[in-house]
Every structure is written in C-alpha cells, then in structure tokens.
C-alpha cells in the first residue's frame, strides 16, 4: 500500500489459485494411482499362472509429472514378461520325441498388457468423471 493502492484482494486471489493448483494436483495424482491399480489388478488376472512367477512380479512405479502431464508406470520386471505377452517361437523337433510330436513352432502372446490396455480405454470416461466430480466439489469447498 505504499503507492496508495490496496492489493490484497489481488494477493488473495493469487493464494487462491495456488490452492487450487495444490488440489488439482493431488486429485490428479490420486485418479492416476487408482487407474494404475486397476490396471495392476486386471494384467494380473489375466497372467498365466504356470509357476506364479510372472503372475506376482507385477509392479507399479512412482508418479512422473513434466509439465501439465503425469505418467506411471505398470510393468512385470520377469525377463520372459514379453514373451507372454506378444508370442514367441519354439525350438520345434528339438526334446524328446513325445515333445516334438505335439510341439508348435509359434505360441500365440496371451496380451495381458494390450488387453487390460483396451479395458481401461473404454473405463476412462469413468474415471475422468469421477476425477471432474471430485474436482469441483473440493474447489468450491476450498475456495468458495
């Protein structure tokens, strides 16, 4: 107020803001940890459970924000993970002549990831209405 104005309404409105940039950005991490889960819960179910392996290396990392975006990470760290997942080949005619009978040169990839991928696709208007719901209740309660 030394040049005669008064700006606290302008420095209010500035800490307004601020909370809200605050609370938009735990809600967004908290609707990016919930898909994230989800995802988990669904790649999991759909993982061969041969040795339970692959089934219990399922993981989920940490929240990354660049700028205006977030990311995560779902992922199974098992070295043969991508092999499940897309396909692979088979060493036909090699064993025992039993295996080589019955074996196939190609195992189809049981998609755990792509499938789930597609799933939460068609969920995210839910989650993001959710998110939007959220969102304008704790605003208009904090800033109101």
């Keep these: ?13 500035g800490k307004r803001l601020d909370r809200a940039q605050e609370i938009m950005d735990e809600l967004f991490q908290e609707a990016i940890k919930e898909i994230a889960l989800d995802f988990l819960v ?3 179910g759909r993982t061969p459970e041969k040795t339970g392996l ?3 290396r399922w993981r989920i990392g940490e929240i990354q924000k660049q700028g205006n975006s977030y990311t995560i990470e779902v992922f199974d760290n098992t070295e043969y993970a991508s092999f499940v997942e897309s396909g692979h080949r088979t060493r ?6 039993s295996s080589r009978i019955n074996s196939k ?13 597609d799933d939460i696709a068609i969920r995210m208007p839910g989650y993001l209405n959710k998110l939007y719901d959220k969102l304008a ?7 109101g």
């Excluded at 107020?1 to 409105?13: H, N, Q, R, V």
Aim: aromatic residues 14%; charged residues 40%; glycine residues 8%.
């Design 92 to 97: 036909k005619g090699k064993g025992k002549k």
């Design 1 to 13: 107020m030394a040049d005669g104005y008064d700006y606290s309404e302008i420095e209010a409105f």
């Design 42 to 44: 669904i790649a999991k």
């Design 137 to 143: 209740e704790e605003l208009f309660k904090n800033l």
């Design 54 to 56: 692959l089934k219990d």
């Design 105 to 117: 040169a190609w195992v189809e990839g049981r998609f755990m990831m792509k499938l789930t991928e």
